[in-house]
C-alpha cells in the first residue's frame, strides 16, 4: 500500500440493480458530486450507459426491447450558471408512459454502467419528479405523477472500474425489502484504487470498496430513494501475482540452503560434545 500519487482515468461504476416495485419511466438516476456535476437519465447524460428493463407485477421481464427514458430535460453550461431546457413534448410522453406502468404495477431491471469524475459524489436513484410540471402544473390536464414509495431492491452487482481475479464486491447479492413504513436507504462506499498485476506483469487498475448501510424512515413530502455516496481513498492497493525472478529464487534457495547447513553443523558439535562428555563420566 502506498500513498496515490498518479492522475487516474475517469471512474467507472458498474451496477445491475432490480426494484421490483419502481416502473422504469418512473425510476430516476442521477449522478451528483462535490465538483457540480448533476446529470440524469432523463438529460442526455452523455457519460451514463444505462439500460432499463421492465418487468411485470410477478418480477418477469417485459419483451426483449429496453425502456428508454423520454429526454425530456438539456442542461447548458454557460461557465457562470446552468440553465436547463426542457422538451415539453417529450415531458408529456415520459407522463403518459410513467402512468401507463404504475396502473400495472410494474419493476424495473436496471444494469449498466457511468463514468464519473474522481471526486466524492452521490448515485441517486428516486422517482422522477418532472420539474417542468410542478412549473407550469396547467399542463397536467387531467394526468398525474405516480406516487410510489416501495423502494425495495436487490443489488445484484456493484463494481468500480474492471474485474480482476479474487474481487470481493460487499454489496453484490445485496437484498433490501420495505415490510411496512416507506424508507429510504443509503450506502457510505470508501473507494481504494487498486492495481491488479497478473503472473505475465500485465496490470490492471481498478477499485475496492467497503461499505456502511444506513436507513431512515421516509419523512412527509419527500420522495423514497436509494443513495449510494462514494468517496475516495488517497491510498493505493497494489497486488501482484507474479512470481519471483529466477535471481531471486537462486538468493532464496541459497539462503535456505546456507541455513540449513549451519543447523547441521550445530547439531553435529552438540552431538559430538555430548559424546565426549558421556564418555569421559565412564
Request: glycine content about 6%; overall charge negative; charged content about 20%.
Amino acid at each position: 500500500m502506498s500513498v496515490d500519487l498518479a492522475r487516474r482515468h475517469a471512474l467507472t461504476i458498474n451496477i445491475v440493480i432490480t426494484f421490483p416495485a419502481v416502473p422504469c419511466a418512473v425510476l430516476s438516476i442521477d449522478v451528483l458530486d462535490i465538483s457540480g456535476t448533476a446529470e440524469n437519465d432523463a438529460s442526455y447524460a452523455h457519460h451514463m450507459h444505462i439500460h432499463k428493463m421492465r418487468l411485470d407485477a410477478a418480477g418477469k421481464q417485459i419483451g426483449r426491447v429496453e425502456y428508454h427514458t423520454p429526454q425530456s430535460q438539456q442542461i447548458m453550461d454557460t461557465g457562470a450558471e446552468q440553465l436547463v431546457s426542457v422538451n415539453i413534448q417529450e415531458a408529456m410522453q415520459h407522463l403518459v408512459d410513467m402512468e401507463d406502468e404504475a396502473d400495472h404495477q410494474e419493476g424495473c431491471h436496471v444494469y449498466g454502467s457511468m463514468d464519473v469524475k474522481r471526486v466524492a459524489g452521490r448515485l441517486h436513484m428516486s422517482i422522477h419528479q418532472n420539474m417542468v410540471f410542478q412549473m407550469l402544473p396547467q399542463l397536467l390536464g387531467s394526468h398525474h405523477i405516480p406516487k410510489v414509495l416501495n423502494m425495495s431492491h436487490s443489488i445484484k452487482h456493484l463494481s468500480f472500474g474492471p474485474f480482476f481475479p479474487g474481487q470481493l464486491n460487499p454489496l453484490d447479492g445485496y437484498v433490501r425489502t420495505v415490510a411496512k413504513e416507506p424508507t429510504s436507504f443509503k450506502y457510505f462506499l470508501k473507494v481504494v484504487p487498486t492495481e491488479y498485476y497478473n503472473r505475465l506483469g500485465h496490470v490492471t487498475e481498478t477499485h475496492q470498496y467497503s461499505v456502511t448501510e444506513y436507513t431512515q424512515p421516509l419523512e412527509p413530502g419527500y420522495a423514497p430513494a436509494l443513495d449510494i455516496h462514494y468517496d475516495l481513498s488517497p491510498i493505493v492497493m497494489t497486488i501482484n501475482e507474479r512470481p519471483p525472478s529466477l535471481l531471486h529464487f537462486v538468493v532464496r534457495l541459497c539462503a535456505v540452503v546456507g541455513g540449513a547447513f549451519a543447523i547441521t553443523r550445530m547439531t553435529d558439535r552438540w552431538v559430538d560434545w555430548f559424546v565426549r562428555l558421556v564418555t569421559k563420566s565412564k
